[in-house]
């Protein structure tokens, strides 16, 4: 709490960022708007990177708050392309490396081009950081899947990484050269092990990833609720705003530098809780209990919750919304069919009346 | 030592192999020549590829011995060449997955080379696997560089993985890669984190790898001997006939399947006492301590020696050759300007006296 009590006199983030200049890659996806949001309010000044990838989360209607700000700018551009990468990390201060092939279970279909996104691209953007940019603070969107099967919970850091799928590999490859780049050469990088986020301006087009949006969007047109199994496996669930919040707080402190962070909510919840939560929320939909697919028996990592004491210490952060609360926001913001078919139709990610058609 | 029992009877290598069809990945180097020599030896058919990359340890003189043998074949291809892959693996029992990129420092000047050849190509090779032959047992070679720092000697499996460079990343990753294949699809992985290999059939052009057959050269030619620093840093060093014995030992029981393990000589000696060890028993050489450049020491590990309990209650494996017996046998390899040079001139890796050419 020592800096917390700094950060109210110097490191207050509403001076910090004012006239930063922030990379958000993935920046038309949930974690990226959503920073981008508050980084605005808070006077930096940001450049948001996409490659609109369909399937992913990149939506216009992400931005729509700020899209007339003139300290907005939006490339459309892939992590994977070198060049476009070695132009848009120069002059920065902080980028938040977020994008991302998002679905655990496709990286199983398609593993090629998991590695190619997941792990090249993001070495494409840490060497273009070496060759034109060494003092930006580089983070990086880890996630809990990097752990694989838990040993034990809460699950600390230093819990072994055993990856079982692709994507995990992928994720665990792109922290261990973020560290490499750090201890090598000095590179400020942070990386995140996020548990499982949710919240306003996630896709809920399909199951893939984001599985609290798209089971509000099965409530909210009163649909079926599937539960694999018995829903008794104990999940980390993330309102975005406490994600955005923890970004934000590791990006003032030089501590952070190097360091490998878990993310999460501290709590756990059974699966088949969060599933109830949203229908008594909602008021609407029906669940039910199915047998595990094949595709997510044989990635089940079992039990996983955070142990955030870490970044808790080191940053002075706090999740602060419950589920309950974070469920009862996220429906607010779809509850309207204009809102949630903005996240419906995959042509919606060119939305009409934006300025960057 | 129940399965040495065993092997007596039914599992003998003279008679396990005999018929088998196998592929060696980097065929052409040191570790993959010297299974294809022993291979031969036992009645296998043998398939070396290798893509004969300079600076890397290519070398037709390596299969000198087995040339005209009618059980060998030799395709000249790279593990990055999906088709290519995808045909060699056909029908084969045995896949000795050891093609790569091979030099710690030089994955530092060309990351992104090191990836391609040390993740994406093993990743090519398994998902080659998992299209046309889901029966082979694959080896993969990783290093005893995938710790990274070790915090304690000698080091079992489980130390946690550390890496410093993008080489020891992409070996992890690769490990990581293996292992899934193995949970979700049954391969038949194996998994080797191995020591400092030395021996006959070692490139001796340059510093970058094999640096006790590099200083073995250097005395045979009544050179300096750089030592970096004092030489105190302990290594352990692993005959090459040890290494072929066993990942042997290691093909030919089920308990290995899916399995990591550390392969070492299982002793520790210090770096000085190596250099010291080739000047004495080679009779000319003299030894000089140098300052640790910088693009070395920021990769520096510290003290190593590998923990094998666990391969050898495994296979009964054991290592049989000391540093002395090893080095004797190496320096008498090299001895004769003859076969040095076959080691020196790059172009030799194309030699005249082949039938390949």
Chains 1, 2 share one sequence.
């Not at 890659?25 to 940001?46: E, H």
């Not at 949006?213 to 409530?219: L, V």
């Amino acid at each position: 709490m020592k800096y917390h009590k700094k950060m109210e006199k110097t490191d207050n983030p509403k001076v910090y960022f004012r006239d930063k200049r922030v990379l958000i890659t993935g920046g038309l996806g949930m974690m990226g708007s959503s920073l981008a949001i508050d980084l605005i309010r808070w006077g930096a000044k940001v450049t948001l990177l996409d490659a609109l990838i369909e399937q992913y989360g990149a939506n216009f209607y992400n931005i729509e708050k700020i899209k007339n700000s003139p300290n907005l700018q939006v490339i459309i551009a892939d992590i994977r392309d070198k060049l476009a990468i070695e132009d848009s990390v120069k002059h920065k201060d902080i980028i938040f490396n977020l994008a991302g092939q998002v679905s655990h279970n496709d990286s199983l279909e398609n593993p090629l081009l998991d590695l190619d996104i997941n792990y090249r691209g993001h070495v494409t953007v840490l060497e273009a950081c070496l060759k034109n940019n060494r003092s930006a603070k580089i983070f990086y969107a880890g996630s809990r899947l990097q752990y694989g099967n838990t040993q034990r919970i809460p699950v600390d850091e230093n819990h072994p990484r055993n990856p079982l799928t692709p994507y995990a590999t992928n994720k665990n490859a792109a922290e261990d050269y973020s560290n490499y780049c750090h201890k090598r050469f000095g590179l400020k990088t942070v990386v995140f092990r996020i548990a499982n986020p949710y919240g306003p301006r996630c896709q809920i087009k399909h199951n893939k990833y984001g599985i609290v949006n798209f089971f509000i969007k099965q409530a909210l047109e009163g649909n079926e609720i599937r539960i694999f199994g018995d829903g008794r496996q104990i999940r980390d669930y993330l309102y975005i705003d406490d994600l955005t919040k923890a970004f934000l707080f590791a990006a003032i402190p030089n501590q952070t530098n190097g360091e490998v962070y878990n993310v999460g909510s501290g709590v756990g919840i059974s699966f088949a809780e969060m599933a109830s939560k949203i229908v008594s929320i909602v008021g609407k939909g029906k669940l039910k209990h199915v047998k595990w697919p094949a595709e997510y028996i044989n990635v089940e990592t079992g039990d996983y919750i955070s142990d955030i004491g870490k970044i808790q210490k080191h940053t002075g952060w706090n999740p602060s919304f419950s589920l309950e609360e974070g469920i009862r926001r996220t429906v607010e913001y779809y509850r309207s069919p204009q809102t949630r078919n903005r996240y419906l139709l995959p042509s919606q990610i060119f939305s009409p009346k934006s300025k960057f058609d």
